[in-house]
């Protein structure tokens, strides 16, 4: 956030002597004023919520830029600068301070986010509302760091492919510029990740950034209960890379890690293969850490998702596959309300329909 926050500064202190106000933005309909206005006010907002620990709206507050109370003069644009520098302190500050669990709502796509993602959304509205006035002013160079585009990308963009660089591919998926290859994007909306809570577990989707770093030996973020994931969860990991890799990661048709409520700690990790195919059929697979086995957190969990599926239109199946000596995976689908359908060789196939 600090990062994004001084390039910005810094590329528009360069040009805080010309006119703001009487320049449009890029292609929005704000001038350069009011773009800048709206980064202080966005990044504000964000801490706001997290600090606040909002949960079914905005914090009703707003800042002004102008100058309206006690008579004060409208702040120049260097003010403006100053303002976003500092609200981005702010946001910064709630992100390092809000723990991990704590979701806060922002309306797209689920109603909530974690620090995380609202970190990400800061520096998506920094950066792109930076290039916004740059492109206006004419002649202004900016482009910020590979990392922090990639760093948006990969939190609240999965659904975009990556391209041939970060902030080229954020350009376009924000219908700023173009790939070589790929239609111009005229609709976007960015997307932090799903969450689905049962009674002693929260399943938290997880995100290509997550699913990068546990592919590798990393803890994708979350503190795991002893010994910490198992194989499973790292190839699951590996093929959650893949469909992002590929341009097929949905966000709820992905991985998710299994956490627990009482100390915040992932025992586990289950999820889809892929989204559902053509005849409704989706498949699901699972596994636990060694030291979180026994208490039935994975019956809790995988009825929880696969009742969930069932709800989403179109979908018609659930399809789990088991090897025939893995008994206690066997009595999780079976406790789950699974049917067993089918054998092949060592697998056995099983099925929830709605």
């Given amino acids: 956030m600090?990062?994004?926050v001084a390039?910005?500064?810094?590329?528009?202190?360069?040009?805080?002597?010309?006119?703001?106000?009487?320049v449009r933005a890029g292609r929005l309909e704000w001038s350069c004023r009011e773009t800048a206005a709206h980064i202080a006010s966005d990044l504000i907002a964000y801490a706001g919520q997290l600090a606040g620990r909002a949960r079914d709206a905005y914090v009703p507050f707003e800042i002004t830029l102008d100058g309206t109370d006690d008579g004060l003069d409208p702040a120049d644009n260097t003010g403006v600068l100053h303002v976003v520098g500092t609200a981005g302190a702010l946001l910064a500050a709630a992100v390092r301070t809000t723990p991990r669990a704590v979701r806060a709502f922002h309306p797209y796509p689920f109603r909530h986010a974690n620090r995380e993602g609202f970190a990400a959304m800061g520096v998506a509205e920094v950066l792109?509302?930076?290039?916004?006035?740059?492109?206006?002013?004419?002649?202004?160079?900016?482009?910020?760091?590979?990392?922090?585009?990639?760093?948006?990308?990969?939190r609240i963009f999965p659904q975009v492919r990556p391209g041939p660089a970060p902030w080229r591919t954020l350009?376009?998926?924000?219908?700023?510029?173009?790939?070589?290859?790929?239609?111009?994007?005229?609709?976007?909306?960015?997307?932090?990740n799903p969450v689905l809570p049962t009674e002693r577990l929260i399943l938290e989707g997880v995100t290509p950034a997550a699913a990068a770093d546990l592919a590798v030996g990393g803890d994708g973020g979350f503190a795991w209960a002893d010994p910490g994931p198992f194989e499973g969860t790292r190839v699951g990991a590996g093929i959650a890379v893949k469909q992002y890799e590929e341009g097929l990661f949905h966000p709820e048709w992905t991985m998710y890690a299994l956490v627990r409520r009482e100390d915040d700690r992932a025992v586990g990790a289950m999820g889809f293969h892929g989204a559902p195919d053509e005849d409704g059929r989706v498949e699901i697979g699972y596994d636990l850490s060694e030291g979180a086995r026994g208490r039935g957190y994975a019956t809790e969990a995988l009825r929880a998702l696969s009742g969930w599926a069932l709800r989403q239109d179109g979908v018609r199946t659930v399809v789990a596959v088991v090897e025939r000596e893995n008994v206690p995976s066997r009595n999780v689908v079976a406790r789950a309300g699974f049917t067993r359908v089918s054998e092949d060789g060592t697998r056995l196939v099983y099925e929830l329909r709605g």
């Fill in 171 to 192: 350009l376009w998926a924000t219908g700023r510029g173009d790939l070589p290859g790929r239609e111009p994007v005229t609709e976007w909306r960015w997307c932090s």
């Fill in 7 to 22: 390039d910005c500064v810094a590329a528009l202190g360069a040009v805080a002597d010309r006119d703001w106000a009487g």
């Fill in 2 to 4: 600090e990062e994004a």
């Fill in 128 to 154: 792109l509302h930076t290039h916004d006035i740059t492109e206006g002013l004419g002649g202004v160079p900016y482009e910020p760091p590979a990392e922090l585009a990639s760093f948006v990308l990969t």
